[in-house]
């Protein structure tokens, strides 16, 4: 199975595609002409669909499976990351398997691409025992150069044969006469002149077939290989030596798995001698080439075989670029429709084994790997929760923008989830991820990134908060590493500064006895103390190189609990865009704009609804502790875009923003303040400096506990706007 160049696809269109597809895969039922409009509406522009209206046409009148598989490869709509995998903590094998190498062949077709044969049978007498067989079948080349190559190889592994046919018959009658010359004991592998295999490569990829006589084929994995090409499949990477030694090196210390799949990928495959006489050789309907694999690893699999992935194991492949592309794509259409026609469930088959990705641990390993290779800067790691907010909004924002100037990957380490970490790695096009139980094995995992920089987002919610400064300094240990003060988690595990009373003091006192300025320990040890607390912080606020806070308030309290954060913290506030558009004055309705929970002033907003005589309009979700009873209006989520439209609809003529904590940035205040109306807010940190800085903001200096006061204001504020 040849790879299928992957086309670049906006994301808004990737998904619409993938819904269409995959809806009309598991429901053939579904209208055709509904199928035709969303395509032609969602692709009209774009360049790669037009590139494929054939297949597009074909998919729509017929609903064939095997046409949407090969749409999604060609459009570059593989699975993107949604499904994530505990990665095991016997992932890696400390200590080397045993092993012997059972007798087989290496079969190499060659016709012509000099530059590839070159590079192969240059590096086979390096990655081969001595006494391995190998058969050259020179496909009637008329490249003199590769005559001149053979020649060479011939003197250098004296072991190596050369069949010479007189004309070029095609892949598929070079592998079969190959494999009439197999002796009686040995076991074939199939090895494409475009290949690049690593050190000690025939014993991992023979392993699974001496382990089980019902295994039928192995393939490894590799940077072009379809279903099992590293990082995702569908993305394929440049060959280059370096990449196959490097993600090679990762692959060898992985513990073996022979995983099972829906077949083989034909760049470099074993076959079980058992097989080879049980269902016969490649089939020549197949011509020159392309699905004579797939149809040989369902034979065998009807047969009682198994097609597995030795996922130990990375070879190098060029592919697409070896082929011309005309002349692969005719080859590829006509297995497609023989594919199709004789295994009707294999489209989904394959679908469904790439959606669920059961290689997915190693995956992930590697693809950390081809992330450090790749990279021509050190690579960032963003320490990140799962709580979605402001900090999350801003690391989505910056990932985009840093797709829109290149390709280099990124990794992402969310706390919060199923297990101690997510790990997830991010390129323009796709994401990997898996959830890690312990330390050690992230740090296994993350150990290929010899060039990092570290960037602390936000750690909220982690399983084992006290362990947080500890692996950001590991983490970091000889690297670059920042802080950004998404929150105030480094100065307190109550990360936005409110004690157990639920109120807000400043900084905490060091020595403060607060429980909810010190932490239970996971691991059963006593309570960790907001000192304790604060030295594990202070270890990483020495250490970093650079601190970031959004609003100057952020400034002044990091650098009030550590005074030597002084002189690394910039202000640096986020980018708004300006999309919220003026309401005109006049409205009766108090508005508030965002989620509210404790922090963000649930009590405030239940007390002023309970005595105002305005209605309140929360353009937002309230957390279930709370209640507006009627005429007060919760709206639930929102869009940026509509806050202008939704404050209108409501009547909106004054925004109270009512968090009884310093925020490190509001964009709640600066979407309120947008929109020409009053605001007002505590002040207190972010939000406090905002409306005081703003012509329409106004600043409580009052207690958020005294509901008369807020009242009072708001009451002057809709009477007579006063000059400030």
Request: net charge neutral; charged share 25%.
């Amino acid at each position: 199975m040849a790879s299928i160049r992957i086309r670049t696809l906006p994301r808004r269109a990737n998904r619409t595609l993938n819904r269409l597809i995959k809806n009309n895969i598991s429901d053939k039922s579904k209208s055709k002409q509904t199928s035709w409009t969303a395509l032609v509406a969602t692709f009209s522009a774009v360049h790669a669909v037009w590139c494929a209206r054939r297949d597009v046409l074909t998919f729509l009148r017929t609903g064939d499976q095997e046409v949407a598989y090969k749409l999604r490869r060609q459009l570059g709509l593989s699975p993107t990351g949604d499904i994530t995998h505990p990665v095991p903590q016997g992932l890696f094998n400390c200590a080397a398997e045993p092993r012997t190498t059972p007798s087989a062949t290496i079969i190499i077709p060659v016709f012509n691409a000099v530059d590839h044969v070159a590079r192969l049978l240059a590096r086979l007498p390096e990655t081969v025992a001595p006494d391995q067989a190998v058969l050259v079948i020179n496909d009637g080349s008329d490249d003199p150069g590769i005559e001149r190559i053979l020649k060479a190889f011939q003197t250098r592994m004296p072991n190596a044969k050369v069949q010479e046919h007189t004309e070029n018959l095609g892949f598929v009658a070079a592998a079969n006469t190959g494999l009439t010359q197999l002796p009686a004991d040995h076991h074939a592998i199939l090895l494409n002149s475009d290949t690049l295999p690593p050190d000690d490569w025939v014993p991992r990829l023979l392993a699974p077939i001496e382990k089980d006589r019902n295994v039928a084929s192995v393939c490894p994995l590799s940077n072009s290989a379809e279903i099992l090409s590293i990082p995702r499949p569908g993305i394929e990477s440049e060959l280059d030596s370096v990449l196959v030694d490097n993600l090679d090196r990762i692959a060898r210390n992985l513990v073996s798995r022979h995983v099972e799949l829906p077949t083989g990928i034909g760049f470099c495959l074993a076959l079980n001698r058992h097989f080879i006489d049980k269902i016969g050789f490649f089939d020549p309907a197949f011509g020159r080439g392309y699905g004579e694999e797939v149809d040989w690893c369902l034979r065998a699999k009807a047969a009682g075989g198994r097609n597995v992935v030795a996922t130990n194991l990375f070879v190098g492949h060029a592919g697409s670029a070896s082929f011309g592309d005309d002349a692969r794509q005719r080859g590829i259409d006509s297995a497609t429709r023989k594919i199709s026609k004789k295994y009707p469930s294999f489209a989904h088959d394959a679908l469904a084994w790439e959606s669920e990705d059961p290689i997915g641990p190693e995956r992930l390993a590697l693809a950390l790997g081809w992330a450090a290779t790749t990279s021509k800067a050190p690579t960032k790691i963003f320490i990140a929760h799962s709580l979605g907010g402001g900090a999350e909004t801003a690391l989505m924002q910056e990932m985009a923008s840093h797709f829109r100037s290149c390709t280099e990957p990124f990794v992402i380490l969310r706390a919060g989830g199923p297990l101690l970490w997510r790990v997830e790695v991010h390129g323009a096009r796709f994401a990997v991820k898996g959830d890690v139980s312990e330390l050690r094995l992230l740090h296994h995992l993350l150990g290929p990134l010899d060039r990092r920089k570290v960037i602390y987002s936000c750690a909220v919610g982690s399983a084992d908060p006290a362990n947080v400064p500890d692996t950001i300094q590991e983490l970091a240990h000889g690297h670059e590493l920042e802080i950004r003060l998404h929150d105030f988690f480094p100065i307190s595990p109550s990360w936005n500064l409110i004690g157990s009373d639920e109120r807000y003091l400043g900084v905490p006192d060091i020595d403060s006895s607060d429980p909810a300025h010190g932490i239970a320990r996971r691991d059963g040890q006593p309570t960790l103390s907001h000192r304790m607390w604060r030295e594990k912080w202070r270890s990483v606020i020495e250490a970093a190189d650079e601190i970031t806070a959004f609003a100057k308030s952020g400034a002044q309290l990091i650098e009030a609990a550590y005074p030597s954060a002084r002189g690394k913290v910039r202000v640096e506030p986020h980018a708004i865009r300006p999309v919220v558009k003026r309401v005109s004055a006049g409205g009766k309705t108090i508005g508030v704009l965002g989620g509210i929970n404790l922090p963000k002033g649930g009590k405030v907003l239940e007390n002023v609804a309970r005595r105002a005589n305005r209605r309140i309009a929360l353009i937002g979700e309230l957390d279930g502790r709370f209640h507006l009873p009627s005429p007060h209006v919760v709206h639930g989520r929102y869009d940026q875009a509509d806050i202008s439209k939704l404050a209108a609809h409501y009547g909106v003529g004054l925004w109270l923003i009512p968090s009884i904590c310093p925020e490190t940035f509001s964009f709640a205040t600066h979407e309120a303040l947008a929109t020409g109306l009053p605001v007002l807010a505590f002040d207190l940190g972010a939000q406090g400096e905002a409306v005081r800085k703003a012509p329409n903001g106004y600043a409580l200096a009052t207690s958020p506990e005294d509901t008369q006061a807020i009242i009072s204001k708001i009451e002057t504020l809709f009477e007579n706007r006063p000059s400030r």
